[in-house]
């Protein structure tokens, strides 16, 4: 889907925006929806027709259906990007001991996506590690996934929330993961609780600091302003835009792509 340049209020767009559909992972996360290996294939067919460029099934040897549909799916020569999701490696370890590291690569997947801390509060809480260690974690990881001809999203998981708790170490986070290769920068609202201002004006800011890097937004709707945060992100210079088909997420759910990609047409 070549959106192509954006007039209007999206004056400052010169570029295509990359779509980026989650609908077969995070939406799978809401309340009252499973999908068999079979749905997630007819929805993939649905979602290339469509025109989006990226598909991510799922999070490969998690489950048998996961497992079955990165199987399946190269059979269909989608135009899209088939995208793997996983976590950077684990604390004190290798990317190349890491089974969830390995089970991308074996996926057959064209593109990763790898989720990170960059909210220090959950670097010490949640990973029970250091700063240093986490900036590690991010960087092999990526490093070790680009040196198997992957393309590479880097999720910066909690970011709005890590960035005005303590904006030098969310930036750090971006720049290893930049360093490493990744190919994008995702942003994430992952408690939906960031207003469409305060996402204009760090994504500026970033769009500047960060020496033109591809910047992507990933926003949740825990205060309804899921699609808001998207077109305000878009403005501000974020290039891929993550979400789900009809906003289906976990909580209150995901930026919805049926009204996202109208608006930005």
């Not at 294939?41 to 999070?59: C, T, W």
């Not at 960060?210 to 501000?236: F, R």
């Amino acid at each position: 889907m070549n959106l192509g340049p954006i007039k209007g209020g999206f004056h400052i767009m010169s570029k295509s925006i990359s779509i980026f559909d989650t609908t077969l992972r995070d939406g799978t996360q809401g309340e009252g929806i499973s999908l068999s290996a079979d749905d997630k294939l007819k929805i993939a067919r649905k979602l290339d027709e469509l025109g989006v460029h990226y598909i991510e099934g799922g999070i490969p040897g998690s489950n048998g259906k996961d497992i079955e549909f990165f199987k399946r799916v190269q059979q269909l020569n989608l135009n899209a990007k088939i995208t793997a999701f996983g976590s950077t490696r684990r604390k004190g370890s290798t990317a190349k001991e890491d089974a969830n590291l390995q089970r991308i690569i074996e996926s057959g997947a064209q593109a990763a996506t790898l989720v990170g801390k960059s909210w220090d509060f959950h670097v010490h809480t949640a990973l029970q590690t250091t700063l240093e260690e986490n900036l590690a974690m991010i960087a092999d990881s990526i490093a070790y996934l680009k040196q198997q001809q992957l393309e590479l999203v880097f999720d910066a998981e909690h970011f709005f929330d890590g960035y005005k708790n303590n904006p030098e170490y969310a930036v750090s986070v971006l720049r290893a993961a930049k360093k490493a290769g990744a190919d994008w920068l995702t942003l994430c609202d992952t408690n939906g609780g960031t207003l469409p201002h305060e996402v204009y004006e760090i994504v500026s800011r970033l769009s500047v600091e960060l020496d033109g890097a591809s910047i992507g937004i990933h926003t949740h709707n825990d205060c309804e302003l899921a699609v808001a945060n998207t077109l305000s992100a878009v403005q501000a210079g974020a290039r891929q835009v993550q979400g789900t088909m009809n906003g289906y997420g976990e909580r209150c759910g995901n930026a919805n792509l049926c009204s996202i990609i109208p608006n930005l047409q």
